[in-house]
């Protein structure tokens, strides 16, 4: 297993390496750079002060020279300052955006697993029910509605006409006058909406994964067989068929590891909410090479990460399946 | 009393615009339903603007995005401000001195300006300022107006003299520059750190608020400076909220979450006429600074003769571009200096509304339809097919295209539209000059200064002449135009300027926008004029009895 583990890391530079050079050659490549958004396209500009930055920010040079150098200085971890006039550090940059992200993305996936879970189970052993087919048709729905609309119409509902939930951002403006407790409802009922909005459209896929996979499991000879035991349906689908039945959910909980820091671009628009999907767009759009190389190495590097451990917690969890080392045993 | 006299001084600036229910502060008659208390002006409150971009820093003058002006407005001054007539006043130059000759500018400053820590501004200031700018490892992007300058002097701590190679026109307006704190930020210049400082994070300025704090692509927050030379500003504080969907902010606005938001036209005119909203917000409505243009590429051979851009000219028609894309709230355009301005004149040639006098002009020019296809053709029979190329994002530009061309069919000429995202759309086409027709918008400052874009010297990729536009009494009115300054000298040159250019037409002048903002209805002191309304903001006030928040 540990070695099975350590091929696979080492497997990973050669291949993270490759995904770096790949994303910064097309960003490079990309009509325009960072130079035709901090120069204005206005009369009285300074061209002289092009031709200064781009010499501080090495573009003068070839892709392959610049890459190189991003890449020397990215091996020790310095991901170099953004572009933009606030010249930060790309870590601090990202620093800033990450926690609320990533608070917003775990709640949502915990809510979404919880409830999916359910969902999909009973969808399945209620097969062709009327209440499966309400579930699909309601999951359905939630899958085929676009975000913006969605939240534009929950806004309008809970936000401008009842006046029960904040419309966007993350604080009320007197926030630090409000006693402790109402701070931190403050704070939660900013993330409401955000967290409806997110959750309805993925539910659709887990819960779907889970019908599948547990129609797949009750229909095995050893469901049969437990039932023929005399055990309750009860034990039967919660210890025997369940347990099977989520192996495949594992995985793709695991690949979705990487989603919890990237961040929803549009529900993060819509809202106002100042996290990872805003700075990536953001960063893209202004060419700022820096901070977009930064967030795209943290973001295929956990995604490599989170193939590992899905690959890894599939193993431990399905003991058919043994990887590396013992596959000489038949 | 005062009510009165602001809707007078509304009715006389914008004349047309009593006619719409949508100017000036207009909440009387719905007086008895708000709560009633003293109108005296107080202190504190807050007032909240959104805005669809993070500022980029908090040093203005190394960032060229709005959102960073305006936040950079509050936090600090320069010298010299304008007014409400767009007239250069006195901020932290108490007055100024021009030598006859136009050589020399002597600024006596304000002995009563302080830092907000505390220190005294001093004349070092300015000539660190005038040094941190020129410094070439400063990437500041707009540093031409001081490099027109030969040199600094501090005569004494408050009295700067300085001095011009030759007569500079916009002299006096460069020194609205913000000033920069020598103590805090001398040893960053040096370096060329200067946008790794802590300045950059945490500002010290000499401005009416002080800074409170910056969350990244979220709000920033800023407090009224108590100690300000001009006494301490009414509303307590300010805070500027990153709100990136404009859908949002309009919702916002609905349940009163923001205070202050410019409007789309459409918004403006159909969706915020309800009882309730009209009661919540006061409209407002003032010229913007720029305007958009048809232009057409003079070294394409079928453009470079007058009487197709002039048959152009008389086949599109404006009013029914304002009142189509903009629901009227625009103004009719007739050259590129801003109305409102000292140097505008609208004794110009124009262009009336003239289909068969466009055909006639076309047929001039030897565009005929020649095979009765509907189209006109040159001499050799070539039809008048051509690209009319603007940048993606922008709805209204789009439209204009697709209004041109149809009106351009009318009279036989065929006009494909192509909208490209605005990078490559720079690069690709209009650096190069590889464009027929362009549909752009263009900022106009107060100095009606326009030698980038019209002198025949300005016509390379990087450079701001993009039509190509070349005449020789042009360059002439423009170089003497910059070279003095005094505006009565300069006047002459500029209304012969524009006059010249309604002729030959370089490009068809469309239309000047309106601004459209909203603010909410509990801030008093508002008197919109033609610079807009956020000259006076530290007369701005909330009486006690409608104030919401607590200032900080």
Known sequence: MALFALRRLLLAVPLLIGITFISYLVITLAPGGPLDFLTPDDPNASPEVKERLIKEFGLDKPIPVQYWNWLTRAVRLDFGRSFLPDGKPVLTKIGERLPITLLLNSVEMLIIVGLAVPIGVLSATRQYSLYDKVTTVFVFIGFATPDFWLALLLMTLFGAQLGWLPISGLRHLNWEYLPFWRQQWDFASHLILPITVATFGGLAGFSRYMRQSMLEVIRQDYVQTARAKGLSERVVISKHALRNALLPVVTILGLSLPGLIGGSIIVETIFAIPGMGQLMVQSVFSRDYPVVMGNLVIVSTLTLVANLIADMAYGLVDPRIRLGGRRGRR | ?552
């Not at chain 2, 220190?119 to 070439?136: C, E």
Request: with cysteine; aromatic share 12%.
């Open chain 2, 1 to 552: 009393m005062a009510q009165a006299a602001r809707r007078l001084a509304a009715l006389l600036v914008y004349g047309a615009c009593a006619l719409l229910a949508g100017c000036g502060g207009d909440v009387e008659g719905k007086v008895d339903e708000l709560p009633v208390g003293s109108e005296a002006p107080a202190y504190g409150d807050t007032f909240v603007q959104a805005s669809i971009g993070d500022i980029g820093g908090l040093i203005p003058n190394l960032t060229s995005d709005q959102s960073s002006h305006e936040v950079g407005s509050m936090i600090y001054d320069g010298l010299v401000k304008q007014d409400k007539d767009l007239n250069i006043a006195p901020a932290m130059a108490e007055s100024w001195t021009f030598s006859k000759d136009c050589l020399t500018l002597t600024f006596k400053l304000r002995k009563d300006v302080k830092w907000h820590d505390g220190q005294p501004f001093t004349a070092n200031d300015v000539l660190f300022t005038w040094k941190t700018i020129t410094n070439p490892k400063t990437p500041a992007p707009f540093k031409d107006g001081f490099l027109q300058v030969k040199d600094v002097e501090v005569l004494d701590p408050h009295t700067v003299r300085v001095t011009y190679p030759k007569p500079y026109a916009r002299a006096l307006e460069t020194w609205g520059e913000d000033i920069l704190p020598k103590h805090l930020l001398e040893p960053y210049v040096a370096d060329g750190k200067l946008r790794e400082s802590p300045q950059n994070r945490f500002p010290i300025g000499t401005g009416p608020y002080r800074f409170r704090e910056w969350k990244p692509g979220e709000k920033v927050v800023v407090t009224a400076n108590p100690d300000y030379y001009e006494g301490r500003p009414y509303i307590g504080r300010i805070v500027y909220r990153v709100i990136p969907s404009q859908a949002t902010i309009f919702l916002e606005l609905k349940a009163k979450g923001v205070d202050y938001s410019l409007l789309g036209a459409f918004q403006y005119s159909r969706q915020t006429e309800y009882p309730a909203f009209r009661k919540a917000y006061n409209k407002y409505r003032y010229p913007g600074t720029g305007y958009t243009f048809f232009a057409f590429n003079l070294k394409d051979p079928r453009f470079a003769d007058k009487r197709v851009r002039q048959a152009f000219a008389h086949a599109i028609s404006k009013p029914e571009l304002i009142e189509g894309i903009r629901i009227g709230l625009a103004r009719e355009a007739t050259g590129p200096i801003r109305p409102g301005t000292w140097a505008y004149t609208d004794q110009v040639k124009r262009y009336e509304y003239n289909p068969e006098k466009a055909k006639a002009l076309l047929a001039e020019a030897g565009w005929i339809d020649r095979d009765d296809d509907g189209v006109v053709e040159d001499r050799q029979g070539r039809p008048f097919t051509f690209t009319i190329r603007t940048n993606q994002g922008n709805d209204e530009r789009r439209k204009i295209a697709e209004i041109v061309q149809q009106r351009l069919k009318a009279i036989g000429v065929n006009a494909d539209i192509q909208v490209i995202e605005w990078a490559a759309f720079i690069k690709e086409f209009v650096k190069p000059r590889r464009f027929e027709a362009l549909v752009l918008g263009l900022g106009t400052g107060v100095d009606p200064d326009q030698y980038v874009i019209w002198h025949s010297s300005q016509t390379a990729p990087d450079q701001m002449n993009r039509t190509g536009y070349s005449n020789p009494e042009v360059d002439r009115l423009l170089e003497a135009g910059r070279a003095s300054c005094t505006q009565k000298d300069r006047i002459p040159y500029y209304h012969r300027l524009q006059e010249i250019l309604a002729d030959d037409l370089p490009m068809i002048f469309l239309y000047y926008d309106e601004r459209l903002p909203v603010v909410s209805s509990r801030f008093r002191g508002i008197e919109p004029a033609p610079a807009g309304i956020f000259y006076n903001f530290n007369q701005w006030y909330v009486p006690k009895y409608l104030q919401r928040y607590t200032s900080g």
